[in-house]
């Protein structure tokens, strides 16, 4: 079974005070546009498990999943958000980056790009700022279906080779409406749940 499947709402956050104690985590973030909230609820099965707002930039909030054994799914604030009052989004800002930055129980990042526009300014910044970290990124090329197989093809290969040099960093097209890609995704946060775990027994049996 998918380790999505089962997902359900477990609290929402404002503030870093408020972030609930976790054992392992993984985020998902992106453009306020590029899908993110769809990808989440094609990975859960669900229809509305994450909001879907036809204005970018309606989560304005940390979300969490629960996802059983102690594992959680993150939906982060979208960036490049739509019109709102400057202090709100100097606060997302703030939110986010501490977030990403200081999280312990973060073992990886899923960054979700609209594979017609992959790598805007924002989401360099956004590899760059999470690099530091040393966690592992897998990038969904999210509404693949809006390409030709040609396009797909050429888009993916593109984004392989400009992150090149970028280690721990993962690529794969992804499409909510089709709901493909879905698998791929699953295999990902499976090995990063069960290495994160592993690593836990180990230090566990050193000490």
Do not use: C
């Not at 594979?115 to 592992?136: A, C, G, Q, V, Y």
């Not at 279906?145 to 992804?174: C, H, M, W």
Request: neutral net charge.
């Amino acid at each position: 079974m998918s380790i999505f499947q089962n997902a359900t709402f477990y609290t929402t956050v404002n503030h870093l005070r408020d972030l609930p104690p976790t054992r392992a985590e993984v985020a998902f973030v992106g453009r306020s546009n590029a899908g993110k909230s769809s990808a989440i609820n094609t990975l859960a099965n669900r229809t509305r498990l994450a909001y879907v707002s036809k204005t970018p930039g309606r989560t304005q909030h940390i979300n969490f999943f629960d996802l059983g054994n102690e594992r959680f799914m993150v939906d982060l604030p979208g960036y490049g958000y739509a019109e709102v009052p400057e202090a709100v989004r100097a606060h997302w800002v703030e939110l986010l980056g501490r977030y990403l930055q200081t999280r312990q129980s973060l073992i990886g990042l899923i960054l979700i790009m609209d594979s017609r526009h992959p790598l805007k300014e924002l989401d360099w910044k956004m590899l760059n700022f999470f690099r530091d970290t040393r966690r592992p990124v897998h990038i969904l090329l999210s509404k693949a279906d809006k390409l030709s197989r040609q396009e797909q093809n050429k888009t993916l290969a593109t984004v392989k080779a400009a992150l090149k040099d970028y280690p721990g960093v993962s690529i794969q097209l992804f499409s909510s409406l089709k709901k493909t890609g879905v698998e791929q995704v699953e295999e990902v946060v499976q090995a990063w749940f069960a290495s994160g775990e592993a690593d836990e027994s180990a230090e566990q049996a050193e000490d």
